[in-house]
């Protein structure tokens, strides 16, 4: 069973640079066909996709984000992890990573594993 | 365009029949997958692909498809079903729903 786990800061100051870890276990994340996500969901709102990366470093990012977003892998520890800078007000939210995974072929992608999430607080 | 659209609430009597519906064009390119989500937990996938659902997950959950809408569906909607419900598909980007919050009375 795959499992998904968070690590990081729970504050971090405004401007700054938050920094998120997921560990992987029970699967290698050099396992091909699956994407390594974050997503983000703010407090009483909706689910956003932030972005994701392959085992071999491919990634893509929202476009919303991107200026600010790098996903980097370091597939020896099995840790994906998130850097989002300038951090304001409005990046308080829960973080979640996930494992996507699907198919152009199959016309099907989804997140079949999650973390439990952390919380992050963008505050002084 | 990449956005999907949920209906913000529905509501079902319990034992009874609910779809919850998703909207988008990306619908038309790719299935939506599904996910529940209880207060203070993370989401879980119910629904995938043309009306697949993971390991555990009850079998009065199923998912269709039609044009540029997604559908779930509970047949003999339980007490334990009342939640956040998500679709996500993509096109150029990834994308979820705005969410529908199911209440079973």
């Known amino acids: 069973q795959v499992q998904l786990q968070e690590s990081g800061p729970g504050l971090v100051k405004p401007s700054q640079t938050l920094s998120l870890t997921c560990t992987v276990s029970?699967?290698?994340?050099?396992?091909?066909?699956?994407?390594w996500s974050w997503i983000r969901q703010h407090p009483g709102k909706g689910l956003e996709w932030i972005g994701y990366i392959s085992y071999s470093g491919s990634t893509y990012y929202n476009p919303s984000l991107k200026s600010r977003v790098t996903i980097s892998v370091d597939t020896s520890k099995n840790q994906f992890s998130l850097r989002l800078s300038s951090v304001t007000a409005a990046d308080t939210a829960m973080y979640y990573c996930?494992?996507?995974?699907?198919?152009?072929?199959?016309?099907?992608?989804?997140?079949?594993?999650w973390g439990q999430g952390t919380l992050v607080t963008v505050s002084s | 365009s990449s956005e999907l659209t949920q209906d913000p609430a529905v509501s079902v009597a319990l034992g009874q029949t609910v779809r919850i519906t998703c909207q988008g064009d990306s619908l038309r390119s790719y299935y939506a997958s599904w996910y529940q989500q209880k207060p203070g937990q993370a989401p879980i996938l119910v629904i995938y692909g043309k009306n697949n659902r993971p390991s555990g997950i009850p079998d009065r959950f199923s998912g269709s498809s039609s044009g540029n809408t997604a559908s779930l569906t509970i047949t003999g909607a339980q007490a334990e079903d009342e939640a956040d419900y998500y679709c996500?598909?993509?096109?150029?980007?990834?994308?979820f729903g705005g969410g529908t919050k199911l209440t079973v009375l």
């Open positions: 029970g699967g290698s994340i050099s396992s091909g066909g699956y994407y």
């Open positions: 996500n598909s993509r096109d150029s980007n990834v994308v």
């Open positions: 996930a494992r996507y995974f699907g198919s152009d072929k199959r016309v099907e992608y989804y997140f079949d594993y």
